[in-house]
């Protein structure tokens, strides 16, 4: 039986659940848990026959295919881990991130998935396969019937502060309705200039939340995820809004308009290029006004979403981990 093995973070950030999502699906059997210079490892997350902390060549001697989600952990920039496996004739398969991995020793690949069609575009040359995420199995639905509350989830903000909380800051004052709730949650050890940010927000429909919200928590509140992300092409909190049923309110842009509804996406007013000189490339980073925004919310207040919710349900069915994993294991195995 051929053992798949990734290096991972055991955190609860985008790439920490990344990892136990693909774990869980049983497309990963072993981990390498490396040191998250700033998040504290979960170690629980993964049993300890399964786990390796400590000897990363005791690792790649226990697999037989290294994954690597993003990049080498937990420095994207050496890759000698990557060419200590091609020497020990381990096969290396990377499912990148278009905004964040560097191109240079893509050559090492063996084959590269990748999580989203925006993805697949900018590693066209590497001749990739795209294969969705599956969807978490740790996400409870729930129908959702009426919008009356809504969720932003600012985390700690996303780079470039991608996840379009300033904007919506600046929409509050242009929205009519009055009927509603906006739930904002930010993480308490987010940085000092963004918590002030939150923290002056004098709004009696906003609620602000600065704790670590538990997984299982996560979705059960809300009817409507408002997180219009600006140059993501995978986005994790997307597919877990959508799996619990909530209706989902991003960016009408590429390729988040390729898989979720239309018609509560907020339109976009343009586009401007972002340099990432880390990585030598140039993306796409969406414009949403506050008009736009404003007139998004006030548009679905009120509205029945039971359509919508409902069609949550069937795409995490559709894309759960046990109807994926035969199009990984062609790959990896």
């Not at 932003?152 to 509050?172: D, K, P």
């Not at 670590?212 to 995820?225: K, M, N, R, T």
């Amino acid at each position: 039986m051929t053992v798949v093995g990734s290096i991972v973070y055991a955190t609860k950030s985008g790439l920490g659940n990344l990892a136990k999502l693909l774990f869980d699906s049983k497309i990963i059997d072993r981990v390498f848990v490396a040191q998250h210079k700033t998040y504290h490892n979960n170690l629980e997350w993964y049993p300890q026959h399964s786990r390796e902390t400590n000897d990363i060549k005791k690792f790649l001697e226990s697999i037989d295919t290294l994954f690597l989600l993003e990049a080498p952990l937990p420095d994207v920039f050496d890759w000698t881990v990557a060419q200590t496996a091609k020497y020990m004739g381990k096969k290396v398969v990377l499912m990148p991130m278009y905004e964040s991995t560097p191109r240079a020793n893509l050559f090492l690949m063996d084959e590269i998935i990748c999580p989203s069609l925006l993805d697949l575009e900018y590693f066209s040359e590497f001749k990739p396969h795209f294969i969705p995420v599956p969807s978490s199995p740790d996400v409870p639905f729930r129908l959702r019937k009426e919008v009356r509350t809504f969720v932003h989830n600012v985390g700690h903000g996303g780079i470039f502060s991608r996840n379009g909380t300033v904007e919506i800051l600046e929409a509050l004052p242009l929205i009519k309705s009055t009927d509603f709730k906006l739930i904002i949650r930010i993480q308490p050890d987010a940085g000092p200039e963004l918590i002030g940010l939150v923290d002056s927000i004098e709004d009696s429909r906003v609620e602000v939340v600065k704790d670590h919200i538990p997984f299982e928590d996560l979705w059960a509140e809300g009817d409507v995820f408002l997180f219009p992300e600006k140059f993501n092409g995978l986005s994790l909190p997307l597919q877990e809004a959508y799996a619990a049923g909530m209706l989902v309110m991003a960016g009408n842009r590429y390729p988040i308009h390729t898989w979720l509804p239309h018609d509560p996406l907020i339109p976009v007013s343009g586009y401007f290029t972002t340099d990432l000189p880390w990585i030598g490339i140039k993306v796409k980073n969406a414009i949403f006004t506050a008009e736009a925004i404003a007139n998004t919310i006030d548009k679905w207040v009120g509205k029945d979403i039971r359509l919508f919710s409902a069609g949550g349900e069937s795409w995490a069915e559709y894309n759960a981990g046990y109807n994926l994993k035969h199009l990984y294991d062609e790959l990896l195995r």
